[in-house]
Every structure is written in C-alpha cells, then in structure tokens.
C-alpha cells in the first residue's frame, strides 16, 4: 500500500510521513496474514505482531477489524 500525498497539498512533516509508513505495514501486514493462512483468524494482535506495533497503535492510526477490512479493500 502506498499513501502519497496529493499534489496540491503541502509536503508532510516527519510525523505524519512515520503514521503513514507505520499504516502502510499494518495494512501489508493483515494482507501477509490472509494470502498465509485465509482460514485463520484475523486478529488486531496478529497484524500488530506481523507489522511491529503496538495494537493501541493499530487501533490509532486504522482502527478496529471492520475499519481494517475496509482499508484493504480501498
């Protein structure tokens, strides 16, 4: 996944570049765990765990399991 930034808007400050890194490996992370193991259940855990972060951080910068499927599918 890759979130550049558009355009038109002005260049992204270091923390906003590390949120946007840190959700680009949660996302890659749950995609690695469903291609790995589909019958296995997708936990905020798990994907934390895979993407090496704090599942507080997850629920931060995502949020829950629904919003997490939805940005997969965007």
């Avoid at 808007?9 to 992370?29: F, N, V, Y």
């Avoid at 589909?38 to 629920?59: D, G, H, K, S, W």
């Amino acid at each position: 996944m890759d979130h550049s930034e558009p355009a038109t808007s002005q260049p992204l400050g270091r923390r906003e570049r590390g949120k946007l890194r840190r959700t680009d490996r949660i996302l890659d992370a749950a995609l690695e765990l469903l291609r790995a193991a589909p019958e296995q259940n997708l936990t905020i855990e798990r994907i934390a765990e895979r993407a090496e972060v704090a599942p507080m951080t997850l629920y931060n910068l995502v949020g829950n399991r629904e919003d997490i499927w939805c940005a997969i599918v965007d």
